[in-house]
């Protein structure tokens, strides 16, 4: 069995500054992080993804970063940064942290420095052109909350590119100084104890910009040499990348030609996300069986990461129009809950009308399909939306964590909280906070723990393989199996309302005594496999043989 710890982590991401405030001041900060490790101990992570911590003026959440060598001020210090590294891992549980290299933030010295005089040493770390660049309308990531990708600098006299925000010039990769610094940032956060970074905006980093030219070329090289400098600084770190490209240009990211595995070592499969989303729409998992199929086999040791929701809107643009309408009307039929013509900006549980069924069994399924699982912070415990914050503000509230006024978030006066508490109504921290669900056996929060530690005895299924099972079978429900030399396990989700079974027992003659590990209720001992019964919308994982 493999022993990278990767395949088999569940990862949480959390935002500092919305998790849980130590000193009251309204922000969450890092000793309040270390202050909830037993949570996410019990809760049965093995890995945290922190979201940028770096000192930012934070126009984007933290992702304009103005020193990669620091904590921003309002979360800590460099000294709680390390101790919360070390006592995670006397939990068990490894940190990675957010690299956001693509851009800085306008505010850096570096840009600074850059704009100010054409002698500037950083005048070469970012890009710049001399004409108004014709493309300069293209390739927007944020359409309705920026106009243009270049920007006219009157400082400098120059335009400059900035695939996000024009606050955020993007690093210029051709440049070798910019390149080794990158690696000297890799190296810092690794002396200090991460285990990896979640690289923001891959396939812009490695963009070789050229003014005029919206195609311009990638240098993939460059991913070989990061991910050859983390390995050599630290054997066992690894690169965690967004790269929401074309599934033909997918394989680039995880190695060269070759076959071999020498670039990024797991990718969020945001195709499987949308797909996801679309099977749940429609009650129908002939979505995720496409992309069960199409999706390119990975070299050895390269894995993906699923997820349902991350800290973005969910991102429908891999889909066709028409499929994304399907969801748009399913999950977020009002204009105020889509995003940039190709998102949604709501949390998993409002979006599925709070029904505690079809948000396990969508938990469930996300976490036994093929690669690592990664939760934010919040949905175990099926956390609201807001939906009167502005853009992808909607669904990074502040943790629930009790009765206490701001949830046990923070003990500042309310209006001076980083971003209000959800507060009444169905989702509302009166009734939804970790304290409640933790005395309640029946709460999700349960449930989550519970699923968790399941998934921690099948190993097959972060490191294994995954495949669809063909049978016949009612249209809602997905039979699915992960094997290793650990064993075998299979999956049933009914993604319909109505009951449904489905006989295995021509495919699965020799089953070692199976029973059902986890499942939304009681179902009678799985016998033969020959009839097994699935209640609408629910759930069952079978172990079918476990080898010593
Ligand atoms: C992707 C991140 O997920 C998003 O939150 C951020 O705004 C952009 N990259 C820019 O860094």
Redesign the pocket.
């Known amino acids: 069995m493999s022993d990278r710890w990767y395949e088999k982590a569940v990862i949480y991401c959390a935002d500092i500054d919305t998790f849980a405030d130590s000193n009251g001041d309204g922000v969450g900060d890092i000793r309040g992080m270390i202050g909830r490790l037993d949570y996410l101990a019990r809760l049965g992570i093995t890995c945290l993804w922190l979201n940028p911590v770096h000192p930012t003026p934070n126009r984007?959440?933290g992702?304009d970063v103005a020193d990669f060598y620091n904590v921003d001020p309002r979360l800590g210090s460099l000294g709680d940064f390390t101790e919360l590294v070390h006592q995670a891992r006397d939990r068990g549980i490894r940190v990675i942290i957010d690299l956001?290299v693509?851009?800085t933030s306008d505010q850096h010295p570096w840009f600074q420095s850059a704009r100010s005089s054409p002698d500037s040493p950083y005048r070469d770390w970012y890009v710049w052109s001399q004409a108004q660049p014709e493309d300069r309308h293209q390739g927007m990531?944020f359409p309705g909350e920026q106009a243009e990708t270049w920007t006219y600098d009157r400082t400098a006299k120059l335009w400059y590119y900035h695939r996000?925000y024009k606050f955020?010039p993007d690093l210029n990769i051709k440049n070798p100084e910019v390149r080794e610094e990158i690696k000297k940032i890799c190296a810092f956060w690794l002396q200090l104890g991460v285990s990896g970074f979640r690289m923001?905006?891959v396939p812009f980093i490695i963009e070789e910009t050229e003014p005029g030219n919206p195609n311009s070329p990638k240098d993939m090289e460059f991913l070989s040499e990061l991910r050859q400098h983390i390995q050599w600084r630290q054997g066992d770190a690894v690169l965690l990348a967004?790269a929401n490209v074309e599934p033909e240009q997918l394989k680039d990211f995880f190695g060269d030609a070759g076959g071999s595995a020498n670039r990024i070592h797991m990718l969020f499969d945001f195709m499987l996300n949308g797909r996801l989303m679309l099977a749940l729409a429609r009650g129908n998992p002939e979505a995720i069986i496409d992309a069960l199929r199409d999706t390119p086999k990975l070299p050895d040791g390269g894995q993906w990461a699923t997820f349902l929701r991350?800290?973005?809107e969910v991102d429908l643009s891999r889909l066709t129009a028409e499929q994304r309408n399907e969801v748009f009307a399913q999950f977020g039929p009002d204009e105020n809950m889509q995003l940039y013509g190709r998102g949604i900006r709501r949390r998993l549980a409002p979006m599925l009308g709070g029904d505690r069924r079809r948000i396990e069994l969508a938990y469930a399924l996300q976490f036994s399909l093929r690669g690592t699982p990664v939760l934010r912070y919040g949905e175990e415990l099926g956390m609201g939306d807001d939906l009167t914050q502005d853009g992808?503000d909607a669904i990074r509230t502040p943790m629930q964590w009790n009765m206490a006024p701001n949830g046990g978030f923070s003990t500042a006066p309310a209006g001076q909280l980083v971003r209000p508490v959800i507060t009444g109504g169905e989702y509302g921290y009166e009734k939804v906070n970790a304290t409640l669900q933790r005395h309640d056996t029946r709460s999700l929060l349960s449930w989550f723990e519970r699923m968790i530690r399941t998934l921690r005895e099948a190993p097959e299924v972060g490191s294994g393989s995954c495949a669809h099972v063909d049978v016949p079978a009612p249209s809602g429900l997905l039979v699915h199996r992960a094997d290793d030399v650990t064993g075998t396990m299979v999956f049933l989700h009914n993604l319909a309302p109505e009951d449904g079974v489905v006989d295995l027992s021509s495919l699965f003659p020799e089953a070692d005594f199976p029973n059902d590990v986890l499942a939304d209720q009681e179902y009678a001992e799985p016998g033969k496999l020959d009839k097994l019964a699935v209640a609408g919308y629910g759930y069952r994982w079978i172990r079918l043989c476990r080898k010593p």
Do not use: K
């Open positions: 984007d959440d992702y956001v693509n851009h990531v996000f955020q923001d905006a967004e991350n800290h973005d992808r």
